[in-house]
């Protein structure tokens, strides 16, 4: 079964740190662009982070210098360490495969096979 499954979600209060995983079965990740994109209750998805299967990376402005994404080959997984969390951070987190395609300077879900179900993150204040 070709699936995505995200963790590492949770309560952190303001400040703290968070790790977000995203493993693959059924197909192997780094043949694929890895998205992490989120969506806060009654607002828009956004793009958040992205990395190609050349390494390359992408950041949102808003998490830029907060957020790194990197992947793990051998199991599969591509990870997003989450550092300096703000209340606005507070999302569902979901990881997709596919392509990073960037528009505008937003990245967007187009190109994108596989989606996880997600992963709820929650900051404090």
Sequence with gaps: QLQLVESGGGLVQR???LRLFCAASGFTLDNYAT???RQ???KEREGVSCI????STYYADSV?????ISRDNAKNTVYLQ???????????YYCAAGACTIV???????????WGKGTLVTVSS
Excluded: I
């Design 15 to 17: 400040g703290g740190p």
């Design 35 to 37: 998205n992490w994109f």
């Design 40 to 42: 806060a209750p009654g």
């Design 52 to 55: 190609s299967s050349m390494y």
């Design 64 to 68: 830029k210098g907060r957020f790194t």
């Design 82 to 92: 989450m550092n300096s969390l703000k209340p606005e951070d507070t999302s569902v």
């Design 104 to 114: 505008g300077g937003k990245l967007l879900p187009y190109g994108v096979h596989y």
